[in-house]
């Protein structure tokens, strides 16, 4: 847009220049032509009058004379004629001939020659014809002068100075527009383009896609894959936006209102004892706690995990459980006690040095030790004595939270035969070949198999996941119905692309975005109209934390009229600092931040706010509120909730999202700016473009954005899977009757043998 000011402001000057040398030119040339006219008029009027004039004058009749001349000048435009020469004193003229043109002020060439001049008097400029008025004999009379208005010349010339500059401000104005609009369009092609995609699974479109812009594009297909699940979903009879209230009718109808069970490693709420003696209650910065507990208040129900605050202990009764959430109490936390040796093993060691890097491509080399998946199957085991004892009822629903419980689905099987299990990875799944890194693959596969259906973010991680079941296990696979069977149980694999609350339930206590902006800078210590970025993570190798510092600092490299105006706010809780890793990746952090701050800092505090401390959800939402620009840089992330969360947070429709296209969340998020974190120049251009970005623009991305998560919402994420998990289960009971009239009805077709196991499920 700036280039495109760059180049209207030269073109609409060249205009103005252009206009006036055009009108000027008109006008001389009109004067030229009315002066010839005029002249020749002249010859005609004395031509038509000579012969009565020169008699006239000849015989000195000096009334007739006059006479004569008070004719010609009825003519309107004639304004006044006059004889000059021996037989005409006292003047000879007409009553408005102009005092000024005296005979002897006139300016003749030589008496008796014709002569034309254009003379400005105070009145108005006139034209004036001077002819010789010869007798029969030849002998010249004296000189007739014509004067003729030409004031409506200048009248003429001003209007055709105005109506030149009005039309070339015209063709100006739509020059400009037409620029304005060619380089705003350039900016939303790509999202036409979107819509026009995005429109193929509804009008058929036939033949190849057109080639998308490369311009931060997002990721057409599965954009467009997610749409078309939508209108599918809504032909079928959707009810409307999913909402918590939706969500429990679900449970009431469908699941006759058993309450579910909710296994994660990590708790809702953490309480921790201050210095003070104190006991405070934590938010937990994870995106499953973020995307999980507004569905537990939903649904009530239990929450079972790792009681890993220092005041926990002291917070639970004779069950280890408590009610949360505090204040709302609506279901019920239950806590398992870790010692610091499973703790190392399970979750430090197996679950976050092994499993979080084999499913990460941000180039952590994974690490597998065998003590440490001892500690994972005794957690895992002792997780599945909890559960089984918390579970309400043999057909009990439990849902199986991430990596750190691959093994818990077959071990509740086992424990529990009829109960919903379903497992979700929060994480991406790696193709079968890095997989295969893992020496407990098999065992892995095999634990997640337990449940009733395992459920991905994205289609390419149950891709990934059904082909590392086909590598390494004994195992049918049914394409079709993205299904895998063994050992007569079927396990379905889906994808659940998971999301957040709508409305943000953060958002009710806080001020307007109008007002976090203002008082942010002022806490930061920013000057009121500095544009501010922002990045919420938790310190992570894989968020790209030093990738989007860098490219930060490309942008002030590059575009030096960022520099000094623009601060990026980067808020990272802490995160699993036992790791060596982690403990680098601070240290890195914080290198790079020093050294962007050094180089641009001026004196200043620098470019980058680096806040490493946890921070509660109220902070962040302040953050967001407060910020022109939001990046998510992750180097890959199977869904990255921030995003979402940052659009969330905009009913003021401002601010724009910069977006790596290896998140799950790019997949869904169209009318962000999707870059690839690892390409600084894209980045840093994005950062740009979302800088300069005008109001209207980011108004249509964020209400767009909005529009996309307030529909693909946590409810709905959990909405489907419970249904999907009820219709498994009418089929299972169904075939569990069929397969028992089998055995009673039939005992000739070989007893107890049954169906075969494909047509358990069908
Ligand atoms: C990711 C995982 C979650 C985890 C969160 C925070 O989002 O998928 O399971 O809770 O990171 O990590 P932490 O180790 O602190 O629970």
């Given at each position: 847009?700036?280039?495109?000011?760059?180049?209207?402001?030269?073109?609409?000057?060249?205009?103005?220049?252009?206009?006036?040398?055009?009108?000027?030119?008109?006008?001389?040339?009109?004067?030229?032509?009315?002066?010839?006219?005029l002249?020749?008029r002249s010859r005609l009027v004395l031509a038509s009058a000579r012969e009565g004039l020169s008699g006239r004058l000849a015989a000195g009749d000096r009334v007739r004379t006059r006479q004569i001349l008070d004719e010609m000048v009825r003519d309107e435009r004639l304004l006044g004629a006059r004889v000059c020469g021996p037989g005409a004193e006292p003047p000879l003229r007409t009553a408005a001939f102009p005092p000024e043109l005296a005979c002897?002020?006139l300016?003749?060439?030589?008496?008796?020659?014709?002569?034309?001049?254009?003379?400005?008097?105070?009145?108005?400029?006139v034209h004036l014809s001077v002819l010789p008025i010869g007798a029969?004999?030849?002998?010249v009379l004296g000189d007739l002068v014509l004067v003729h208005d030409?004031?409506?010349?200048?009248?003429?010339?001003?209007?055709?100075?105005?109506?030149?500059?009005?039309?070339?401000?015209?063709?100006?104005?739509?020059?400009?527009?037409?620029?304005?609009?060619?380089?705003?369009?350039?900016?939303?092609?790509?999202?036409?383009?979107?819509?026009?995609?995005?429109?193929?699974?509804?009008?058929?479109?036939?033949?190849?896609?057109?080639?998308?812009?490369?311009?931060?594009?997002?990721?057409?297909?599965?954009?467009?894959?997610?749409?078309?699940?939508?209108?599918?979903?809504?032909?079928?009879?959707?009810?409307?936006?999913?909402?918590?209230?939706?969500?429990?009718?679900?449970?009431?109808?469908?699941?006759?209102?058993?309450?579910?069970?909710?296994?994660?490693?990590?708790?809702?709420?953490?309480?921790?004892?201050?210095?003070?003696?104190?006991?405070?209650?934590?938010?937990?910065?994870?995106?499953?706690?973020?995307?999980?507990?507004?569905?537990?208040?939903?649904?009530?129900?239990?929450?079972?995990?790792?009681?890993?605050?220092?005041?926990?202990?002291?917070?639970?009764?004779?069950?280890?459980?408590?009610?949360?959430?505090?204040?709302?109490?609506?279901?019920?936390?239950?806590?398992?006690?870790?010692?610091?040796?499973?703790?190392?093993?399970?979750?430090?060691?197996?679950?976050?040095?092994?499993?979080?890097?084999?499913?990460?491509?941000?180039?952590?080399?994974?690490?597998?030790?065998?003590?440490?998946?001892?500690?994972?199957?005794?957690?895992?085991?002792?997780?599945?004595?909890?559960?089984?004892?918390?579970?309400?009822?043999?057909?009990?629903?439990?849902?199986?939270?991430?990596?750190?419980?691959?093994?818990?689905?077959?071990?509740?099987?086992?424990?529990?035969?009829?109960?919903?299990?379903?497992?979700?990875?929060?994480?991406?799944?790696?193709?079968?070949?890095?997989?295969?890194?893992?020496?407990?693959?098999?065992?892995?596969?095999?634990?997640?198999?337990?449940?009733?259906?395992?459920?991905?973010?994205?289609?390419?991680?149950?891709?990934?996941?059904?082909?590392?079941?086909?590598?390494?296990?004994?195992?049918?696979?049914?394409?079709?119905?993205?299904?895998?069977?063994?050992?007569?149980?079927?396990?379905?694999?889906?994808?659940?692309?998971?999301?957040?609350?709508?409305?943000?339930?953060?958002?009710?206590?806080?001020?307007?975005?109008?007002?976090?902006?203002?008082?942010?800078?002022?806490?930061?210590?920013?000057?009121?109209?500095?544009?501010?970025?922002?990045?919420?993570?938790?310190?992570?190798?894989?968020?790209?934390?030093?990738?989007?510092?860098?490219?930060?600092?490309?942008?002030?490299?590059?575009?030096?009229?960022?520099?000094?105006?623009?601060?990026?706010?980067?808020?990272?809780?802490?995160?699993?600092?036992?790791?060596?890793?982690?403990?680098?990746?601070?240290?890195?952090?914080?290198?790079?931040?020093?050294?962007?701050?050094?180089?641009?800092?001026?004196?200043?505090?620098?470019?980058?706010?680096?806040?490493?401390?946890?921070?509660?959800?109220?902070?962040?939402?302040?953050?967001?509120?407060?910020?022109?620009?939001?990046?998510?840089?992750?180097?890959?992330?199977?869904?990255?909730?921030?995003?979402?969360?940052?659009?969330?947070?905009?009913?003021?429709?401002?601010?724009?999202?910069?977006?790596?296209?290896?998140?799950?969340?790019?997949?869904?998020?169209?009318?962000?700016?999707?870059?690839?974190?690892?390409?600084?120049?894209?980045?840093?251009?994005?950062?740009?473009?979302?800088?300069?970005?005008?109001?209207?623009?980011?108004?249509?991305?964020?209400?767009?954005?909005?529009?996309?998560?307030?529909?693909?919402?946590?409810?709905?994420?959990?909405?489907?899977?419970?249904?999907?998990?009820?219709?498994?289960?009418?089929?299972?009971?169904?075939?569990?009757?069929?397969?028992?009239?089998?055995?009673?009805?039939?005992?000739?077709?070989?007893?107890?043998?049954?169906?075969?196991?494909?047509?358990?499920?069908?």
């Amino acid at each position: 847009m700036r280039a495109a000011f760059r180049f209207l402001v030269p073109l609409l000057v060249l205009l103005a220049l252009v206009a006036y040398a055009a009108s000027e030119l008109m006008i001389r040339q009109a004067h030229r032509w009315a002066e010839r006219d005029l002249s020749a008029r002249s010859r005609l009027v004395l031509a038509s009058a000579r012969e009565g004039l020169s008699g006239r004058l000849a015989a000195g009749d000096r009334v007739r004379t006059r006479q004569i001349l008070d004719e010609m000048v009825r003519d309107e435009r004639l304004l006044g004629a006059r004889v000059c020469g021996p037989g005409a004193e006292p003047p000879l003229r007409t009553a408005a001939f102009p005092p000024e043109l005296a005979c002897d002020r006139l300016p003749l060439r030589a008496p008796g020659a014709t002569h034309d001049a254009v003379v400005g008097l105070p009145g108005g400029t006139v034209h004036l014809s001077v002819l010789p008025i010869g007798a029969d004999d030849g002998e010249v009379l004296g000189d007739l002068v014509l004067v003729h208005d030409m004031s409506y010349l200048d009248r003429r010339a001003a209007e055709t100075r105005k109506t030149t500059f009005v039309a070339f401000a015209l063709v100006g104005l739509l020059a400009a527009a037409s620029t304005l609009l060619a380089s705003r369009f350039s900016w939303l092609s790509w999202t036409a383009e979107l819509r026009r995609l995005l429109a193929a699974p509804f009008h058929s479109l036939g033949g190849a896609a057109p080639a998308a812009s490369r311009t931060f594009q997002p990721v057409l297909a599965d954009v467009r894959e997610l749409v078309s699940r939508l209108a599918s979903e809504e032909v079928s009879g959707g009810g409307g936006r999913w909402s918590a209230e939706r969500l429990r009718n679900v449970l009431r109808t469908r699941l006759h209102g058993e309450g579910v069970v909710v296994v994660a490693n990590r708790e809702p709420y953490i309480h921790e004892r201050a210095a003070d003696g104190s006991v405070r209650v934590v938010y937990p910065a994870s995106g499953l706690v973020t995307a999980l507990e507004p569905v537990m208040r939903a649904c009530s129900g239990t929450w079972v995990a790792h009681g890993s605050g220092s005041a926990d202990r002291d917070t639970v009764d004779a069950h280890d459980r408590v009610r949360v959430p505090p204040g709302e109490e609506s279901y019920a936390l239950r806590r398992v006690w870790l010692s610091e040796q499973e703790e190392r093993g399970y979750y430090y060691g197996f679950s976050n040095e092994g499993l979080w890097p084999l499913c990460h491509v941000a180039h952590t080399r994974p690490e597998f030790r065998a003590a440490d998946w001892e500690q994972y199957r005794r957690v895992n085991a002792r997780f599945a004595a909890v559960v089984a004892e918390e579970a309400p009822g043999p057909d009990a629903v439990i849902l199986v939270q991430d990596y750190h419980f691959a093994l818990l689905p077959r071990m509740l099987r086992q424990r529990l035969p009829r109960a919903t299990i379903l497992a979700f990875w929060h994480i991406p799944w790696p193709n079968a070949e890095r997989f295969g890194i893992c020496p407990w693959e098999r065992e892995l596969l095999d634990g997640l198999l337990g449940s009733s259906i395992v459920g991905f973010h994205t289609q390419a991680h149950c891709n990934n996941f059904l082909e590392s079941v086909d590598r390494f296990l004994e195992s049918r696979i049914d394409r079709e119905r993205q299904a895998v069977v063994m050992g007569g149980r079927e396990t379905l694999v889906r994808p659940y692309p998971i999301s957040i609350e709508w409305p943000a339930r953060w958002l009710a206590g806080l001020p307007s975005a109008e007002r976090c902006r203002a008082d942010y800078r002022r806490e930061l210590g920013l000057p009121a109209d500095a544009l501010l970025g922002v990045g919420v993570d938790r310190l992570d190798y894989t968020k790209g934390i030093v990738e989007r510092l860098q490219a930060v600092e490309r942008l002030l490299d590059r575009f030096p009229e960022f520099r000094g105006r623009f601060f990026f706010a980067q808020l990272a809780s802490p995160s699993r600092t036992l790791i060596e890793t982690y403990r680098r990746l601070n240290d890195e952090v914080e290198r790079v931040a020093a050294s962007i701050n050094a180089r641009f800092g001026n004196g200043g505090p620098g470019p980058i706010l680096l806040m490493r401390r946890h921070h509660e959800p109220p902070d962040i939402f302040r953050a967001y509120r407060a910020a022109d620009v939001c990046y998510v840089s992750s180097l890959h992330d199977g869904m990255n909730l921030v995003a979402k969360e940052f659009v969330s947070a905009r009913d003021d429709l401002r601010g724009v999202l910069v977006l790596s296209r290896f998140t799950g969340a790019a997949r869904e998020l169209a009318e962000a700016l999707v870059v690839n974190p690892y390409d600084l120049e894209e980045a840093s251009s994005a950062l740009a473009a979302a800088l300069s970005m005008a109001p209207e623009e980011q108004e249509q991305r964020m209400r767009a954005l909005r529009g996309m998560v307030a529909e693909f919402n946590v409810y709905r994420w959990a909405g489907r899977i419970l249904l999907d998990a009820t219709r498994l289960r009418q089929r299972e009971r169904l075939s569990v009757r069929l397969s028992d009239a089998w055995r009673s009805g039939e005992p000739g077709r070989g007893g107890d043998s049954g169906p075969p196991d494909e047509d358990v499920h069908r």
